[in-house]
């Protein structure tokens, strides 16, 4: 079986767990995790980062510490995980969503304007699967019309956009450590943000808003429990060390999976690069064309033939049962996003991945879509 992702933990990883094992220093007060909260911050240029315990924990609070509730509204790309939405709906805000670019599958900047209202608090850019949101158009949107920026840079550990570090570009930008990220703590997330007062506050959602001093266990506001402990930041410093490294390996592993599928019918395949990045391939998409005559679980099922693990694209927001019964995203459609949620998947892209399983695996998507 060639799993979907398998991490790579070569570095100084078993070398710092030891240290905190034999210090005793397992919980969020070790020096692990300060040390990779300024460190991961500095990476992406900025003054402050804040772990946490994943990347979902992460928009929670980033969403919470801009003050969004009730009556406010929030743009997102529909085309995403749910932990975007969800930040926004469990504050009583509402998601407002645009379609997706058929082809860097990152939100449709041009659709965001007319979506903007009196109601409009933050524009939610979130880079999908290895090239960045075009950032531009948005920032200038949030500065016309006054308007926050959450960026979610999950997917974007060690890119760029335009030369600027991803991550950098929000007034609150957010990162996810999970296994399958181009850097792992297993599980863990981080806020960062050039505003001491917006990191206080997220400093402090995250600790349960302990009060100061006298007062620690007096609370004026709900926090959540989401600190990061100093075992995952051990892992993270290491993997951290490692970061170039990882993006070099994905982006080869990117250019090998194009060389080999790049003549099978049938295919659309990820962009090797826009006018303003290289991708980084967090996951190697593929979307089957129009036609193609069956869909992406087809394909899927046909690939777990071949012992080869895939997973579907995002399931667009709009789509969510969970919203609709909330009575969100009536009549809502959105054509592209419908479309990569139906004929769109992913290839094994794991760092551990070799080059000979990815020869493998490009060999099954070539058999499996001559049937096609
Ligand atoms: C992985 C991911 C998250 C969620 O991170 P978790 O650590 O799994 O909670 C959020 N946003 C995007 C875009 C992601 O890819």
Redesign the pocket.
């Known amino acids: 079986m060639i799993p979907v992702n398998e991490p790579l933990l070569d570095g100084n990883e078993k070398k710092y767990l030891v240290e905190c094992i034999e210090t005793g220093w397992i919980s969020s007060e070790g020096s692990f995790v300060k040390k990779f909260e300024e460190q991961f911050a500095s990476s992406v240029d900025r003054q402050y980062g804040i772990s946490v315990c994943?990347?979902?924990?992460?928009?929670d609070i980033a969403v919470a510490a801009l003050d969004i509730g009730p009556g406010d509204e929030v743009i997102l790309p529909s085309f995403?995980?749910i932990?975007?939405a969800s930040a926004i709906v469990r504050t009583g805000a509402m998601p407002v969503v645009v379609d997706s670019d058929p082809y860097t599958w990152n939100m449709n900047v041009t659709q965001i304007e007319e979506k903007i209202t009196k109601r409009t608090k933050a524009i939610m850019a979130?880079?999908?699967f290895g090239l960045p949101v075009d950032m531009d158009p948005i920032l200038k949107l949030a500065d016309r019309y006054g308007l926050k920026i959450i960026e979610?840079a999950?997917?974007m550990i060690g890119q760029t956009y335009k030369g600027r570090a991803c991550g950098s570009f929000g007034d609150i930008s957010?990162f996810?450590?999970?296994a399958?990220?181009h850097i792992t703590t297993g599980?863990?997330?981080m806020i960062v943000t050039d505003d001491k007062e917006l990191a206080e506050k997220c400093r402090s959602l995250r600790n349960l808003c302990f009060g100061k001093g006298k007062k620690r266990f007096v609370h004026e506001q709900l926090g959540w429990n989401f600190r990061m402990t100093n075992l995952q930041a051990a892992v993270g410093l290491a993997q951290l060390e490692k970061l170039e490294e990882h993006v070099a390996r994905k982006r080869q592993m990117g250019k090998l999976y194009t060389e080999l599928l790049k003549d099978v019918p049938g295919l659309q395949l990820p962009l090797a690069a826009t006018d303003y990045a290289e991708n980084i391939y967090?996951v190697y998409g593929l979307v089957l064309k129009d036609e193609v005559n069956f869909d992406a679980f087809e394909a899927m099922k046909m690939l777990s033939e071949y012992n080869i693990g895939t997973r579907p694209f995002f399931w667009p927001m709009h789509e969510q049962p969970v919203f609709k019964n909330m009575g969100l995203f009536e009549n809502e459609k959105l054509p592209v996003a419908e479309k990569l949620a139906r004929r769109g998947f992913y290839l094994p892209g794991g760092l551990a991945l070799t080059e000979e399983q990815i020869k493998k695996v490009a060999k099954a998507v070539q058999e499996v879509m001559s049937r096609g």
């Open positions: 994943n990347g979902t924990a992460a928009l995403t995980i932990s975007c979130v880079h999908i979610d999950a997917e957010t996810s450590f999970y399958n990220k599980e863990g997330g967090w």
